[in-house]
């Protein structure tokens, strides 16, 4: 069994370098400059950096500096019919599950047979059809009164207060932000000059977590929400609520572990 530093080393493999020009780029779903959900490393002034291209699900600019999480899950309930890969069902926003992953909850026919338990990734979806990707169909066909759960991958929403830091996506770092329903940079381990911090008094080494598209002090939350290390102290009347985190986010691995 692979221990966590293995694990570590085995996702590090594959990542390869970011220039600094690429990090400021706000890309339309039509134009992307990265495959959607591609980890890089970028080395500057500041030390070693990985970066996560995501998606800005939310209907306003993601600022430079904010904290983005996923997208919360998505419960299909009772589908109208389906195929090894396709889902009809109703009430869907079109477009707004693209990319994301596609998890049979439940088989209504038999309980534990499959597609039960088996997971795709959506290509697409309408207000009524989820299209799976070509080559990742399902084992069986779905079908009628199925139960489905989208999981986000990249889609970015504003953190919350309560966040669990596998969820958190990271820190926006494009120097113009990421526009709605557009793709960018967000910066997920290693020391980040200027995040966006909760107003008051932060101790510097001492964990942060997520809140409102920002990071605040941890109080007495777990180190499951521990999304990375003040770098210096935050008083209550600072002018600029913002400071730099050394983010532990791609190497957070829950509870009872160290970020």
């Not at 047979?113 to 979806?125: D, F, R």
């Not at 929403?157 to 557009?182: E, K, P, R, W, Y």
């Not at 911090?197 to 598209?213: F, M, Q, W």
């Not at 008083?235 to 572990?257: E, K, M, Y």
Request: hydrophobic fraction near 45%; proline fraction near 4%; aromatic fraction near 6%.
């Amino acid at each position: 069994m692979p221990d966590a530093t293995t694990d570590l080393v085995l996702k590090l493999a594959s990542i390869t370098g970011l220039g600094m020009s690429s990090i400021n780029t706000d890309d339309p779903d039509t134009n992307t400059t990265a495959r959607p959900g591609t980890l890089r490393i970028l080395v500057d002034a500041y030390g070693y950096r990985i970066l996560q291209y995501v998606k800005n699900t939310t209907a306003s600019v993601a600022a430079t500096a904010e904290l983005l999480t996923k997208v919360a899950n998505t419960a299909v309930a009772n589908i109208t019919a389906g195929s090894i890969r396709q889902a009809t069902t109703t009430g869907l926003t079109a477009n707004a599950h693209d990319g994301r992953l596609c998890y049979v909850l439940d088989n209504d026919d038999t309980a534990g047979a499959a597609p039960e338990g088996e997971t795709s990734v959506i290509k697409n979806n309408s207000a009524t059809i989820i299209d799976m990707e070509f080559d990742m169909p399902f084992s069986v066909a779905l079908a009628a009164n199925d139960d489905l759960t989208l999981i986000s991958n990249w889609q970015g929403a504003d953190a919350a207060d309560g966040d669990l830091a596998h969820n958190v996506l990271g820190v926006v770092v494009g120097n113009q932000g990421i526009s709605t329903l557009q793709f960018g940079w967000v910066q997920k381990e290693g020391y980040c000059p200027f995040v966006e911090a909760l107003s008051g008094a932060i101790t510097a080494g001492d964990p942060v977590v997520a809140d409102a598209a920002q990071v605040g002090a941890f109080g007495s939350d777990g180190q499951e929400l521990w999304v990375g290390i003040a770098l210096a102290g935050m008083s209550a009347d600072q002018a600029v609520d913002a400071l730099p985190v050394n983010l532990r986010i791609f190497t957070c691995a829950g509870p009872g572990t160290t970020p």
